[in-house]
């Protein structure tokens, strides 16, 4: 079984990342439901007719990689974004992340 460090030094699972992120995800479309009566893309403002994605700010793999892995579950982290909007967001961040 794979484990990452957290901030504090103390190992987590992939599993209880993976499960937490589920929730921190879910969690993350109900609060934007209950504050504003329904979904949509935090940059463009869609909301009919387009897929929702909920996007990490910080990858998952980035996080987990450098010691920070409570940040992949973080709602503060993750952004609810369409799928065109969360498409561009990687390709940003794969260009980023390679320069």
Do not use: P, T
Request: hydrophobic share 25%; proline share 0%; net charge positive.
């Amino acid at each position: 079984m794979n484990y990452y460090r957290k901030s504090n030094g103390d190992r987590i699972s992939k599993s209880e990342i993976d499960s937490k992120v589920r929730k921190a995800k879910a969690e993350k479309l109900e609060e934007q439901r209950e504050e504003y009566g329904y979904n949509f893309c935090e940059q463009c403002g869609r909301s009919s007719g387009v897929y929702l994605d909920c996007a990490h700010v910080l990858s998952v793999k980035h996080c987990q990689e450098n010691g920070m892995s409570e940040k992949a579950y973080d709602k503060g982290n993750i952004r609810v974004l369409c799928r065109i909007c969360h498409q561009s967001h990687d390709l940003l961040n794969l260009k980023f992340n390679n320069d």
